[in-house]
């Protein structure tokens, strides 16, 4: 089985996530797609960042309707900040017949020749690149495994969310209303 892994804070989970991974679903690349929530983005700063059993519940209940959906807490019990090529080692390890490929967004190319042994994660799963605004030119488009998907710009982030319930703004159609709901009950980014 080929299964795309969707690395990510989901901090929150949001309208972009859901369209990447609804069109990596589609798409002949993966047959599934799992949302691995990191506790702790090695380049960012904690600032903000809701609880990670919060961050899962809320990729939990945005997903549950689409069965080529799955989520993944395995970082939770991996060592942090959460370094990419370490799950993926852990996870082939686990599940020696699937075919892992990693899904990212177009940003993330810029600064991926800093991640974590960036080549084994390159050489031996590969990248499918979900286009986004504003992303800088990277020389990796060129790679063999770099692999763009043609796809809509989505131009919404989890930054704009928060600062949108920082201002007392409506998150209706940017989010799942039942995370709209968690997010309220539990009062989180305000
Ligand atoms: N609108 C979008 N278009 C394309 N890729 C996206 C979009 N939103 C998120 N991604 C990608 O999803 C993955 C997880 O992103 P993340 O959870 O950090 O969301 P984010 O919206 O970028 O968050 P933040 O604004 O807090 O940095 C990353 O690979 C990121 O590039
Ligand atoms: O492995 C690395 O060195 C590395 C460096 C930066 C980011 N990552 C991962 O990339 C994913 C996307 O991060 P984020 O916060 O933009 O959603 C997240 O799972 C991070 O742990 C991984």
Redesign the pocket.
């Known amino acids: 089985m080929k299964v795309g892994l ?6 929150p989970i ?1 309208v ?2 859901l369209i ?1 991974a609804n069109r990596m679903a589609e798409s002949q690349e993966v047959d599934q797609v799992w949302f691995v929530v990191s506790p702790q983005n090695p380049f ?1 700063k904690k600032k903000s960042l809701a609880h990670e059993f919060d961050r899962l519940d809320m990729v939990r209940l945005a997903i549950s309707d689409n069965p080529l959906f799955n989520v993944s807490d395995i970082e939770f019990r991996m060592p942090r900040p959460s370094f990419t090529v370490d799950t993926l080692t852990y996870l082939s390890e686990k599940y020696p017949s699937y075919d892992f490929k990693l899904i ?5 190319l810029e600064h991926f020749p800093k991640w974590k042994n960036y080549e084994t994660v390159l050489d031996e799963y590969g990248l499918l690149v ?3 605004p504003n992303s800088n030119a990277s020389d990796l488009v060129k790679h063999p495994n770099v692999k763009f998907i043609e796809a809509p710009l ?7 969310i928060r600062k949108s319930i920082a201002e007392g703004l409506s998150l209706r159609y940017m989010v799942h209303e039942e995370v709209i709901n968690y997010i309220e009950s539990k009062k989180l980014y305000m």
């Open positions: 969707f690395f990510g804070s989901f901090n949001h972009g996530h990447i960012k990212v967004g177009e940003d993330n979900y286009p986004r989505v131009d919404i982030s989890a930054t704009y």
